[in-house]
């Protein structure tokens, strides 16, 4: 067991450790071929950022165990909102000064709604796959047409530049990273859900998802501690669509991935729930006070609890 819990920790490390030289290698090679910032940013950072998840969920639907790749993508979406959202709000009030913010949020609405009812289809065949990911095409290109003459001081900081054999280093060092993380991390979750006798679902929508969404949890924390906690709302809104279209998209494409009806039944509904209770606070209130960023910590604590 020893050994299953350090190669769990081993995993979560070289994944977070992955993603953050992926995505500053990447960077330098975007700004090298000349890529507007807004592109750079809802691309190579909204991909980068998403490699542990893409990965991991792809190890697990490759591997026979479906349901961490489908229990990865919706436990992600709900640590995204619950935990990541209530960590940032809990250190600094976030107040919901992002443009265009009501049209990310309807589109995470919507790939919410697309889950929902891929979870009652019961599988997210290859076509689906396609489709799903056509839609995120979609909208990236939606977005950069409408957000084209934009640039906010976070995409001004997405200059990043390096040598060419830096760029090289960080970006084959950064998949490498990922690739043996998200195997370590596989293997490790399912021999202890097998051992303690947990599904393999509960594992995915718990210590797989929070593992994977590290880079986007730090991020959030340092933004917060900086008093741009704003940045942790768009970053969340935006992980949250390219998990379920991109993500899981992409995994369906290669393998189809069958959805449990447990998670059909209860998860993804909550995940749901999750969404649109945010949409109602951002719309309502227009901010995430600290109060409320710690009742969504303790809705979290409840949901992990009543998983186990």
Do not use: C
Request: charged share 10%.
């Amino acid at each position: 067991m020893l050994l299953q819990i350090l190669m769990l920790v081993a995993g979560l490390v070289l994944l977070t450790i992955g993603a953050e030289y992926l995505v500053r290698g990447a960077i330098s090679l975007a700004n090298r071929l000349g890529m507007p910032p807004l592109l750079i940013g809802l691309t190579v950072v909204g991909f980068g950022t998403s490699m542990p998840e893409l990965l991991v969920s792809l190890q697990a639907a490759l591997g026979g165990s479906p349901a961490i790749a489908v229990g990865n993508v919706v436990g992600s979406n709900t640590a995204n909102i619950l935990l990541i959202l209530g960590v940032a709000a809990a250190i600094s009030p976030i107040t919901a000064r992002i443009p265009n913010l009501k049209r990310d949020l309807v589109m995470m609405l919507v790939a919410a709604v697309v889950m929902l009812g891929l979870g009652f289809w019961g599988v997210v065949s290859f076509w689906l796959g396609l489709v799903m990911f056509a839609m995120l095409a979609g909208y990236l290109g939606w977005v950069t047409y409408t957000d084209r003459r934009r640039m906010t001081a976070e995409e001004a900081e997405l200059v990043v530049k390096l040598v060419a054999w830096k760029e090289v280093v960080f970006i084959a060092g950064g998949l490498g990273a990922l690739f043996i993380g998200a195997d370590l991390l596989i293997d490790a979750a399912t021999a202890i859900a097998r051992s303690f006798g947990i599904s393999e679902a509960v594992i995915g929508l718990t210590i797989v998802a929070v593992g994977t969404s590290l880079p986007e949890l730090a991020t959030s924390v340092v933004a917060a501690f900086r008093r741009h906690a704003e940045m942790a709302l768009g970053n969340v809104v935006g992980s949250n669509i390219f998990n379920i279209l991109g993500i899981l998209g992409i995994t369906a494409v290669i393998v189809p991935v069958p959805v449990e009806y447990s998670m059909a039944s209860f998860d993804i509904p909550f995940m749901l729930v999750t969404s649109l209770a945010l949409i109602a606070l951002i719309l309502i209130a227009g901010r995430i006070s600290r109060g409320a960023g710690i009742a969504m910590l303790a809705a979290y604590t409840g949901y992990v609890a009543w998983l186990f």
